[in-house]
T-cell receptor, first 112, second 113 residues
Framework: SQKIEQNSEALNIQEGKTATLTCNYT??????LQWYRQDPGRGPVFLLL?????KEKRKERLKVTFDTTLKQSLFHITASQPADSATYLC???????????FGKGNQVVVIP | NAGVTQTPKFQVLKTGQSMTLQCAQD?????MYWYRQDPGMGLRLIYY???????DKGEVPNGYNVSRLNKREFSLRLESAAPSQTSVYFC????????????FGPGTRLTVL
């Protein structure tokens, strides 16, 4: 069966350090992988998209890597700040499919 | 631009009652989506509409119906609400061009007693 797995345990990290989240998937051939941020009581907000033929994407303090051999994406927040505390969702879209499949999300808590 | 708007924000229903959740977007997007989000389950797709006039089932369509009223509006109807439909419902839209990102509404928190 198809699965998208994110760590269910919250990641507690000291301010200024790099937070790294993992998204593993099975039985998908994704064309795109996306990362979203969700704050409590609000809808998800798009952060980054990486295509199957891209290894790495950066946006300000965010970096995403995509390894289709390992079937894994890593999401990094460098120089983390308390305002980065949120839940981060990964999502996959496969070729010819008009929809995203989401992981359950991974909470990040940045400690001042 | 308001982006994606949803009404109502909160709703309490009794088992068997019906209601319609409304969603509208002002970004001229072709694709619209309805998700539900439950603790420990993540976001699950209920129905989607790739373009005006078309709708398709997602992962969890049972107990729901949808209407793509026009390009802007996509409604979700619960004909006979059940406690298992207690959830937070999100509507989203996507332009199908450029980044392919989805824009989400603020959500509707529904409780079925």
């Amino acid at each position: 069966s198809q699965k998208i797995e994110q760590n269910s345990e919250a990641l507690n990290i000291q301010e200024g350090k790099t937070a790294t989240l993992t998204c593993n998937y099975t039985n998908y051939s994704p064309a795109y992988l996306q990362w979203y941020r969700q704050d409590p009581g609000r809808g998800p907000v798009f952060l980054l998209l990486i295509r199957e033929n891209e290894k790495e994407k950066r946006k300000e303090r965010l970096k995403v890597t995509f390894d289709t051999t390992l079937k894994q994406s890593l999401f990094h927040i460098t120089a983390s700040q308390p305002a980065d505390s949120a839940t981060y969702l990964c999502a996959l879209e496969t070729w010819g499919n008009n929809r995203l499949a989401f992981g359950k999300g991974n909470q990040v808590v940045v400690i001042p | 631009n308001a982006g994606v708007t949803q009404t109502p924000k909160f709703q309490v229903l009794k088992t068997g009652q019906s209601m319609t959740l409304q969603c509208a977007q002002d970004m001229n997007h072709n694709s619209m989506y309805w998700y539900r989000q439950d603790p420990g389950m993540g976001l699950r797709l209920i129905y989607y509409s790739a373009s005006e006039g078309t709708t398709d089932k997602g992962e969890v369509p049972n107990g729901y119906n949808v209407s793509r009223l026009n390009k802007r509006e996509f409604s979700l109807r619960l004909e006979s609400a059940a406690p298992s439909q207690t959830s937070v419902y999100f509507c989203a839209s996507e332009g199908r061009t450029g980044l392919r990102e989805q824009f989400f509404g603020p959500g509707t928190r529904l409780t079925v007693l």
